[in-house]
């Protein structure tokens, strides 16, 4: 836990220029995140003998966010080039003799468009009219679900919320997660409403924050469903007690869209 504790800390303020300044610095920090983090996904699966394009993969998550962040009108037509291209490479290895092809196709696909398509809604958070203060109040809020989930269901956890998913995740834990979430979101919003230029009721942020405190967990679980496929334990070891890139992320790639699309519908 407390390797954990610094690398997070470390973490924050590292990134926390590039959050307050937006633009093209947040741009980068999440691009390098969410790049390498389709790069480990593209290893996960060669681990299990599956052969997905890894520059189709890795090269079309880059493109995809410069695409929706700069030239959004474009994004559809380079989502659907990249599926056709994917395709085309897969059909040519089918040729040469790989029989998986096709599985390898849907990896390739699933990738740019999990890591890419998905992962861009975090720059799309930033862009919102107060982006910043917005961020700031949702990831702090789903990373003090997850801790509090992770510290009570390692003491105290003992009913399996996905035993072949994660075997160390409980409902114990997930509920304590879920309820710490909530008050979170609440305390997150007076504060930035009293600090800053947010006008969120406590009740508005506890809502939000119950919101995704309930549903963040999946993309945990969803991360762990492709490690598991991969027969690892972490995407990669570059963050000392967090594993990979796409441990860090997995979270905040469900946080971003439901947040933007909260803040959308119910303060645009």
């Known amino acids: 836990m407390a390797k954990r504790t610094v690398t997070a800390l470390s973490l924050l303020i590292l990134a926390m220029p590039a959050v307050l300044l937006g633009g093209i610095w947040f741009f980068l920090l999440i691009s390098f995140f969410v790049v390498l983090a389709s790069w480990e996904y593209v290893q996960m699966f060669r681990a299990v003998n599956m052969q997905p394009a890894g520059w189709v993969t890795v090269g079309g998550t880059f493109l995809i966010l410069i695409t929706r962040a ?17 395709m085309a490479v897969h059909l040519l290895a089918f040729e040469r003799g790989r029989d998986q092809a096709a599985l390898d196709f849907v990896i390739t696909i699933g990738g740019f468009l999990y890591l890419g398509w998905i992962g861009a809604y975090m720059n799309d958070l930033r862009s919102l009219p107060e982006g910043g203060w917005w961020l700031m109040l949702i990831l702090p809020t789903v990373w003090m679900a997850d801790s509090s989930a992770y510290m009570i269901g390692a003491k105290y956890g003992k009913h399996k919320l996905a035993p072949r998913l994660s075997p160390r995740k409980s409902w114990e834990g997930y509920w304590v997660g879920v309820f710490t979430g909530t008050l979170y979101g609440g305390f997150f919003a007076y504060v930035y409403s009293w600090l800053g230029p947010l006008h969120v009721t406590i009740a508005q942020g506890m809502l939000l924050g119950l919101a995704l405190s309930i549903t963040t967990t999946l993309g945990d679980l969803g991360e762990s469903l492709f490690k598991r496929q991969g027969g690892i334990k972490d995407s990669g070891t570059l963050f000392p007690g967090h594993g990979g890139a796409f441990d860090r992320i997995d979270s905040w790639l469900w946080a971003a869209v439901i947040g933007v699309y909260w803040i959308r519908w119910f303060f645009i």
Do not use: G, Q, S
Request: hydrophobic letters at 65%; proline letters at 6%.
């Open 70 to 86: 700069f030239f959004p009108a474009y994004a559809e037509f380079v989502l659907t080039c990249l599926t056709l291209i994917a």
